[in-house]
T-cell receptor
Framework: EPEVTQTPSHQVTQMGQEVILRCVPI?????FYWYRQILGQKVEFLVS????????KSEIFDDQFSVERPDGSNFTLKIRSTKLEDSAMYFC??????????FGPGTRLLVL | DQQVKQNSPSLSVQEGRISILNCDYT??????FLWYKKYPAEGPTFLIS?????DKNEDGRFTVFLNKSAKHLSLHIVPSQPGDSAVYFC??????????????FGTGTLLAVQP
């Protein structure tokens, strides 16, 4: 069964450093998303991406964040200058034209 | 912003019995609802969904009921199995079929199925 994959599974970084989280969505999906879950809190929407551009972004997704689909398979989330409060599980998801979103296993980001 | 609420943080059920997980929402624009199951340190796993034009959707042991007038949905699992023990999230979206489809999640309910 096709699945969304994410790398790395864990990332530890120093405050102020740049991180890139990688995702390979399900191959025939057209919509891509990033969500995050801070420990003990809800899963929160960050950004959606369709047709090579951002469809919608939340207020969390400020200028420090960017997304890119550099080739036909990868979908990346970049945080330019990490802050302590960026520590969270980051989930990538994808969906077909309409319907349910399928999530990857997540990347646990720890900012020290 | 509590647009999607799961008021029971936990639920304990005996194996073989029915598990009923509840979810309430406040935004009338939501037209698509989903249930996800999540194990620790894993991503949410899609279980079942329902659009606002229906009031029931069934898939094996899982049934989701939608009461639009009450802005309430529930997930029934029958019979419950120990492997069902996990956190269950309710999620909702609006503009079904649109390019956005962002999901708004509830806080989750931890289901424990006792053997």
């Amino acid at each position: 069964e096709p699945e969304v994959t994410q790398t790395p599974s864990h990332q530890v970084t120093q405050m102020g450093q740049e991180v890139i989280l990688r995702c390979v969505p399900i191959s025939n999906h057209l919509y891509f998303y990033w969500y995050r879950q801070i420990l003990g809190q809800k899963v929160e929407f960050l950004v959606s991406f369709y047709n090579n551009e951002i469809s919608e972004k939340s207020e969390i997704f400020d200028d420090q964040f960017s997304v890119e689909r550099p080739d036909g398979s990868n979908f990346t989330l970049k945080i330019r200058s990490t802050k302590l409060e960026d520590s969270a599980m980051y989930f990538c998801a994808s969906s077909h034209i309409t319907g349910s979103q399928y999530f990857g296993p997540g990347t646990r980001l720890l900012v020290l | 912003d509590q647009q999607v609420k799961q008021n029971s943080p936990s639920l304990s059920v005996q194996e073989g019995r029915i598990s009923i997980l509840n979810c309430d929402y406040t935004n009338s624009m939501f037209d698509y609802f989903l249930w996800y199951k999540k194990y620790p340190a894993e991503g949410p796993t899609f279980l079942i969904s329902i659009s606002s034009i229906k009031d029931k959707n069934e898939d094996g042991r899982f049934t989701v009921f939608l009461n639009k007038s009450a802005k309430h949905l529930s997930l029934h699992i029958v019979p419950s199995q120990p492997g069902d023990s996990a956190v269950y999230f309710c999620a909702a979206s609006s503009n079904y079929g649109g390019a956005t489809n962002k999901l708004i999640f509830g806080t989750g309910t931890l289901l424990a199925v006792q053997p």
